[in-house]
């Protein structure tokens, strides 16, 4: 079941030309890697997906279930099962772990969900994670180390259960025991249904997470797709081999 569609793909913030011709499929269940050199459009990607109002798309067409998601807002396209990394980094002192969870997700589906339901679907997912109980109780963010703000992310990522989760390098500028942790709870929240696409520059993620496609992206267009091995030709190659 074919899930997203990007179809030539044209994209500039301010004057600047960033995505310049992108083509881009995505089946339910599947998980893709992005990978490629700094300044190449990754994260532009991501946030033109999830509907960024900085970034304007001039050509090309976006397709989520079937459906032109171009005028959707960033709220919208969540409910629709989009989900990004990185949405929501900054501190905020007063909201607690659980109550900013049970608020995304109460936004996400409409839906009020009862105080006693949301722990217990918490406390699920928490234990898939791994995450100690009384993470739940600290407020969003504040004092958190790198490694805990980015499980949190996937905690946030295992509660709203998207189609499509986007996550832009994850795992940067944690060390190797965070990254494994990381990327083994992302794997746990592998179903066969989830899509995942995976913005990396970490070739390790090899060793946890089975990518059914890996693309390079350079210079705003995906100059080549492979299996996993491409990732590891990356390696040796440099990314300049892909640049021609
Ligand atoms: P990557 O994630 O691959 O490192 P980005 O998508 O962040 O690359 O950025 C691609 C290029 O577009 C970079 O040169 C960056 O400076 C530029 N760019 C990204 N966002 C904006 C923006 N909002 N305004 C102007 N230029 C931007
Ligand atoms: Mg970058
Ligand atoms: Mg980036």
């Given amino acids: 079941n074919l899930l997203l569609k990007i179809d ?8 600047r030309n960033i995505l310049k011709g992108l083509n881009l499929e995505i089946n339910e269940g599947e998980t893709h890697l992005i990978m490629g050199p700094n300044g190449a459009g990754k994260s532009t990607l991501g946030n033109v997906l999830m509907g960024h109002p900085e970034y304007k798309i001039n050509d090309g067409s976006i397709y989520f279930n079937g459906e032109d998601i171009n005028e959707l807002s960033v709220d919208e396209r969540a409910k629709k099962g989009l989900f990004l990394s990185f949405q929501y980094p900054e501190e905020i002192s007063g909201v607690t772990v659980e109550n900013f969870l049970r608020t995304s997700k109460m936004a996400v589906t409409g839906e009020n969900i009862p105080i006693l339901k949301f722990q217990k679907q918490l406390k699920e997912k ?15 963010n504040v004092g958190f180390s790198g490694g805990e703000k980015k499980k949190n992310e996937i905690l946030q990522m295992a509660i709203l259960d998207p189609k499509l989760a986007i996550l832009d390098e994850t795992d940067s500028g944690l060390d190797v025991d965070a990254i494994k942790v990381i990327y083994e709870g992302i794997k746990t929240l592998k179903d066969g249904k989830k899509s995942f696409l995976v913005i990396t520059h ?21 100059v080549e797709t492979g299996s996993a091995d491409l990732a590891n030709r990356i390696e040796e190659l440099g990314y300049e081999h892909f640049k021609k």
């Fill in 126 to 140: 928490m234990d898939l994670l791994q995450i100690p109980e009384e993470y739940k109780e600290r407020y969003l």
């Fill in 202 to 222: 970490y070739n390790k993620i090899l060793d946890y997470l089975d990518p059914d496609f890996v693309h390079i992206l350079v210079d705003g267009k995906i």
């Fill in 8 to 15: 030539e793909l044209k994209v500039s913030a301010g004057d």
